[in-house]
């Protein structure tokens, strides 16, 4: 910027200022050492005709022209303003771009599925005792001639969902536990308990009744809703890096080599078909919710 004159006081100062933005002309005003202001003007191209509209200023600053122009420059603060707004926006920073650095502490949801699971599991004593867990399990009767879900439809609807506090020995529930915190926190902290909680149980129950119809019942375990939650995060990170949600490649790696490595049988019995189920239902949520979250007006 360059000075392209003075005013003798404040009141004039501002008013040309204004006079000159509302022609869009980006200036400022300041004081000088002599109790004057002067006048900065920041574009070469227009500073002749700043200083023509200055002179006149100067020889007649109480012109009805002046002030009845310097008026629109309210407007085109409000504009001006309008735009770096929408514009911010659009910016993303750090904590948006690489969300991973974040720490996010478990929600009230999280913690209270984390506790759940935790006192299925000393009830049951890891699961070498499911007389007192019964009623969690989906069912204790294969489909037979009394068809699918007998409890069920019998109005124990919670069965549905009830099975993914299930779990059998120590490295079951510390790995599912794990990944519930990682990814449940984050989805937790990021779109609120309603949204969450939803997810979880459409991903439980979508997860449950899938391993029930291929293999029967007497499974459990929260690994199908982590890897929907999985699916979930990768798909709405993936398309709309906005929503602050975010997995490492190692994140990445780490749940798809287990998934591969739980149908070698390597690790003994395991609800493959949950996972799989779990997976493709958070991919699909993920995916249609980024897609309404980028349709939707900001």
């Given at each position: 910027m360059r000075?392209?004159?003075?005013?003798?006081?404040?009141?004039?100062?501002?008013l040309f200022g204004d006079y000159l933005l509302a022609h869009g002309m980006r200036n400022e005003v300041e004081t000088d050492t002599d109790s004057s202001w002067l006048i900065w003007f920041a574009d070469d191209d227009h500073l002749t005709k700043a200083r023509e509209l200055l002179e006149l200023f100067r020889n007649d600053p109480a012109s009805?022209?002046?002030?009845?122009?310097?008026?629109?420059?309210?407007?085109?603060?409000?504009?001006?303003?309008?735009?770096?707004?929408?514009?911010?926006?659009?910016?993303?920073?750090?904590r948006s771009i690489f969300p991973g650095a974040s720490v996010f502490s478990a929600g009230p949801l999280t913690f209270a599925l984390v506790c759940a699971c935790a006192i299925v599991a000393a009830l049951s004593k890891l699961g070498e005792n499911t007389d007192d867990i019964s009623g969690l399990f989906i069912s204790y009767v294969m489909p037979a001639g009394g068809g699918w879900f007998p409890e069920v439809r019998a109005g124990q609807v919670w069965r549905l969902f009830t099975p993914m506090l299930i779990h059998f020995g120590v490295a079951h529930i510390l790995f599912n536990m794990l990944w519930l915190f990682r990814l449940g926190s984050m989805i937790e902290g990021l779109h609120g308990q309603g949204r969450f909680a939803l997810l979880t149980l459409a991903v439980a129950g979508l997860s449950n009744v899938a391993q029930y119809v291929y293999a029967g019942p007497g499974f459990g375990g929260m690994s199908g809703v982590n890897y929907g939650l999985f699916g979930y995060i990768w798909m709405r990170g993936k398309y709309d890096p906005a929503s602050g949600l975010f997995l490492t490649q190692q994140d990445k790696l780490l749940m798809l080599v287990w998934f591969v490595v739980c149908f070698t049988n390597w690790v003994g019995p395991v609800a493959n078909t949950a996972h799989a189920a779990g997976l493709v239902a958070g991919v699909v949520c993920g995916r249609v919710s980024a897609y309404l979250a980028l349709r939707s007006p900001k």
């Open positions: 000075s392209i004159g003075n005013l003798p006081n404040e009141h004039q100062a501002r009805p022209e002046f002030a009845r122009k310097a008026a629109d420059a309210e407007r085109v603060r409000a504009e001006e303003k309008k735009s770096e707004a929408a514009w911010r926006r659009k910016v993303r920073g750090r």
